[in-house]
């Protein structure tokens, strides 16, 4: 069992940066692979950025590359989210996901076993 708590979202400019946090409990967290997806109202939850169970691997969204970063911490059970360069299309709630280290899934949201409640982020123009 994992349970996950997101932090850091907020409301930025055009062009600013925000960094999320994702804060898990569970001592098999290193097993895990993590992602990072969102949601705008009236769209479906896609993916933003994942990360294999040993950090070593990441995945991005196309829209995104260049732009964030994901990283995780096994010893503090973190993993984390960079946004540079924010535009206004990246307004969405932001959720923390674990799931089994398969990397071929690793972008498909119901192939996630865990995930957190959610942070706000809103770039406005």
Same mark, same amino acid.
């Given at each position: ?50 990360? !294999?169970?040993?950090?070593?691997? *990441? @995945? ?8 964030? &970063?994901? $990283? ?32 071929? !899934?690793?972008?498909?949201?119901? *192939? @996630? ?8 982020? &809103?770039? $406005?123009?």
């Amino acid at each position: 069992q994992v349970q996950l708590v997101e932090s850091g979202g907020g409301l930025v400019q055009a062009g600013g940066s925000l960094s999320l946090s994702c804060a898990a409990s569970g001592r098999t967290f290193s097993a895990y692979r993590m992602g990072w997806f969102r949601q705008a109202p009236g769209k479906e939850r896609e993916f933003v950025a994942g990360v !294999t169970s040993n950090g070593l691997n *990441t @995945y991005y969204k196309d829209t995104v590359k260049g732009r964030f &970063t994901i $990283s995780r911490d096994n010893v503090k059970n973190t993993v984390d989210l960079q946004m540079n360069s924010l535009k206004p299309e990246d307004t969405a709630v932001y959720y923390c996901a674990a799931g089994p280290n398969i990397i071929a !899934t690793i972008r498909i949201p119901r *192939t @996630y076993d865990y995930w957190g409640q959610g942070t706000q982020v &809103t770039v $406005s123009s």
